[in-house]
């Protein structure tokens, strides 16, 4: 997942306008920028790192004005270096300036995203281990957000309590055991939803294999060693997936213990917005 059709994002964004334009629209632009003038602005990365949001700053000033003529100069996904041209605008000035911090805020936030997230990848050179994220996201973000994941070269993990069973410690204590949640779970899960079991402890791993129904384990907050005996004891038979306190210094040595999935919510509640600007 790269793009989206423009008709999934534009709610997010005509929300994001209609909150700074709202109720009087742009009173400062209004009162000095003459009616008419025209202008190029580009958008500018200020600092390296790799891009996302082009879509979605190219769509907040076409609803804006669609009469705007808007070029990305440097795809979704690609890198980028301080004072490089991102985007040009061209058309009316008071059109541009009115799409300006909405577009900017996008950018900036999914770029800072994808930059992490390409630094997390970066880690697991020389390894099968990808990185994912998780459902800490902004509220009403996770779709952007996600999507500037996979920019960065990262995978997405669930998207929300729909689309996966994912049960965790929480569930264990509440349902009375691992054998009695994976056993429900086999029972109530349909053919084509996925089983994944969060555990603390290899004895819990052991069990969770022993009983069987899962299709992923997710291994909470281990240490290095453990993680590597984790990956010997399930030899290859579920899915493994490395979990808490996955801060970027850490990385290489968990994808190097053999796992198959490193996920961390830092990528999304812990990334800088990477600093651009708009030049006319």
């Known amino acids: 997942m790269t793009t989206l059709p423009d008709f999934i994002l534009e709610p997010l964004v005509r929300a994001a306008l209609m909150e700074d334009l709202t109720p009087m629209g742009d009173v400062t632009t209004r009162a000095v920028v003459p009616a008419g003038l025209r202008y190029t602005a580009r958008l500018n990365a ?8 082009m879509q979605i700053a190219a769509l907040a000033f076409r609803l804006v004005d669609p009469a705007l003529k808007v070029e990305t ?6 890198p980028c270096v301080p004072g490089q041209t991102l985007m040009t605008i061209e058309g009316e ?3 541009i300036l009115m799409g300006e911090r ?5 950018a900036g936030r999914l770029t800072g995203i994808a930059t992490l ?7 697991t050179r020389g390894t099968a281990t990808r990185i994912t994220c998780t459902r800490k996201t902004t509220p009403g973000l996770r779709i952007v957000e996600k999507l500037a994941v996979t920019h960065g070269g990262g995978s997405n993990h669930r998207f929300g309590l729909s689309d996966a069973i994912l049960i965790k410690d929480n569930h264990i204590a509440a349902a ?37 129904g899962a299709d992923v384990i997710l291994l909470d907050n281990m240490d290095t060693a453990t993680l590597r005996a984790a990956v010997a004891l399930n030899a290859g038979r ?11 210094e850490r990385i290489a ?16 509640h812990s990334a800088r917005t990477l600093d651009l600007g708009l030049d006319f």
Do not use: P, W
């Open 46 to 53: 200020r600092e390296a790192g790799v891009v996302s949001g």
């Open 73 to 78: 100069c440097v795809a979704d996904g690609a």
């Open 93 to 95: 000035a008071a059109s």
């Open 102 to 106: 909405v577009a900017l805020n996008f």
């Open 117 to 123: 997230t390409a630094a997390f990848v970066a880690q």
């Open 176 to 212: 009375g055991g691992i054998r009695a949640v994976l056993e429900a779970a086999k029972a109530a899960r349909s053919h084509m939803m996925r089983v994944e079991l969060e555990v603390d402890t290899l004895a819990q791993m052991e069990e969770a294999l022993a009983v069987g």
């Open 238 to 248: 579920v899915v493994l997936e490395a979990s808490g306190n996955m801060k970027l």
């Open 253 to 268: 040595e968990v994808a190097a213990t053999g796992v198959d999935y490193i996920s961390s919510g830092a990528l999304t």
